[in-house]
């Protein structure tokens, strides 16, 4: 039986499903009755169409990548299925059952070398959320403070919420960035290895033994500029956030310092944005003193998690090497812009706003 670490490194170094679109077609109205154009969409694991009908209405067709257990997609359905009861107006998909009523399916693939013939995985599908990425609009105060506040509210809507499979492993977990270490043999240049050495070893040091003494519940885990949309005319209001194949029981400060990791570019000071991000989250949900202590750091290790993981992967699949990549530059420039500033001095700059709003 392999370890819940082992089932998490399959995910990412399993190829994802490619049913051609026909297929998919097929597939859609045997399970859902429902007919309707196919467009894929990226995704790093799991194979993502869009179905659009003949009266414009759209929804999300996951194809989960052959090494997900079932019980996490159980877990990610019934997060979202909690936040639809508990916070109606949060903007998030809402799962479509089946003609049977069941809330996923399932699909036998061809040949998988990684896991053996006739690979049975699971599929499902959910409400398409109509905005635009906030990746393709300018950035604005308002628009990263609005941020702040969402996550905040997804996070207060998911305290209460558990499920046996949220505290599956998962590579992309900051707080478990220790894991990685022998990924840093996967960096060939020099200078660069040296920086990431230096953020793993300051990880290992001063944030690992703290995490036994912070909050923890289920977390988004993937929240950035990819992931949230806005109105098309009004980029500071936020219309939907998507992508909950990142989805964990972990610290709860991790959430919000993966979040700020994603506001470093887009303004001459690098901690502008995403000081305001976590003032505006901490307005809504206050950290504690401790979280405020470590969250720079996991900024830090964000980054981090994300050039090991990208470079490693990009090796692995070259043909998807466009989409695993496109955090990395960023990731590699915000650890530059931190190696030269003590973890007292990146905390205050990231806590600017907090402070601030502490003193008024």
């Not at 990412?12 to 859902?32: I, K, M």
């Amino acid at each position: 039986m392999m370890s819940e670490h082992t089932i998490e490194a399959a995910a990412l170094s399993t190829a994802v499903p490619s049913f051609a679109l026909d297929e998919v077609r097929a597939l859609v109205g045997r399970l859902y009755g429902i007919d309707g154009s196919v467009k894929s969409l990226l995704g790093e694991r799991d194979q993502n169409c869009r179905i659009e009908t003949a009266d414009g209405t759209r929804y999300v067709f996951k194809i989960s990548n052959p090494s997900e257990p079932v019980a996490v997609v159980d877990f990610q359905i019934a997060a979202l299925e909690h936040m639809a009861r508990v916070s109606p107006d949060l903007p998030v998909p809402r799962v479509v059952r089946t003609l049977g009523g069941q809330s996923r399916g399932s699909v036998v693939l061809g040949d998988s070398v990684a896991l053996g013939d006739g690979v049975e995985t699971t599929v499902r599908m959910l409400t398409y959320l109509d905005g635009v990425q906030i990746k393709e609009t300018p950035r604005t105060a308002g628009q990263r403070r609005a941020m702040g506040k969402v996550l905040a509210e997804l996070n207060l809507a998911l305290r209460d919420f558990s499920h046996p499979s949220a505290t599956h492993d998962l590579l992309w977990n900051v707080s478990a960035a220790h894991r990685l270490t022998a990924k840093l043999d996967c960096i060939l240049d020099a200078p660069r290895r040296a920086l990431a050495e230096s953020f793993m070893a300051r990880f290992k040091e001063h944030v690992l033994p703290r995490l036994g003494s912070v909050r923890a519940q289920v977390i988004h885990n993937d929240y950035h500029l990819y992931n949230v949309l806005v109105a098309p005319d009004d980029h500071e209001r936020i219309v939907g956030i998507i992508d909950f194949g990142d989805m964990l029981h972990a610290p709860l400060v991790g959430e919000v310092a993966t979040a700020a990791a994603f506001h470093m570019t887009g303004s001459a000071d690098p901690f502008e944005g995403a000081a305001q991000f976590v003032g505006a989250y901490h307005a809504t949900l206050p950290l504690t003193e401790i979280e405020q202590e470590v969250v720079a750091d996991l900024m830090a290790t964000r980054h981090l998690i994300t050039a090991l993981i990208s470079e490693w992967r990009a090796a692995r699949y070259p043909e998807n090497r466009d989409y695993i990549m496109r955090h990395n530059p960023a990731a590699w420039e915000a650890l530059s812009q931190m190696a030269d500033l003590s973890r007292n001095e990146a905390r205050d700059l990231l806590l600017t706003e907090v402070r601030k709003g502490k003193s008024q």
